[in-house]
């Protein structure tokens, strides 16, 4: 059974950085692509970065785009999404998410096969 968990939200302040964590079971992360994305309260879902199957592409919604990075660690089978100069609409629940392709789509073309339950990121002062 396929499983992602993600942790590292919390509470940071305007300008603050926070590294996401999402640790994947019942498959590896070289089999699909892996994703994150965000979703807050009465808005829409938000695809905000990918890292391709192979690990050689990543890409980003212009968004987060220059502040946040993508990463991850085959051995351990873990996703990052390293965040810096967070800002106050970054708030939101972060997802990560198997992706049905290899190779990420652009950013709202993500098509998610399975996701997490979720972390809280709340940027404030």
């Known amino acids: 059974q396929p499983q992602l968990v993600e942790s590292g939200g919390g509470l940071v302040q305007p300008g603050g950085s926070l590294r996401l964590s999402c640790v994947v079971s019942g498959f590896t992360v070289d089999y699909s692509a892996i994703g994150w994305f965000r979703q807050a309260p009465g808005k829409e879902r938000e695809g905000v970065s990918c890292?391709?199957?192979?690990?050689?592409?990543?890409n980003y919604a212009d968004s987060v785009k220059g502040r946040f990075t993508i990463s991850r660690d085959v051995a351990k089978n873990t996703v990052y999404l390293q965040m810096n100069s967070l800002k106050p609409e970054d708030t939101s629940i972060y997802y990560c998410?198997?992706?049905?392709?290899?190779?990420?789509?652009?950013?709202?073309?993500?098509?998610?096969?399975?996701w997490g339950q979720g972390t809280q990121v709340t940027v404030s002062k």
């Open positions: 998410a198997a992706l049905h392709f290899s190779l990420c789509p652009p950013p709202k073309l993500y098509d998610y096969a399975y």
């Open positions: 890292i391709s199957a192979t690990g050689k592409s990543t």
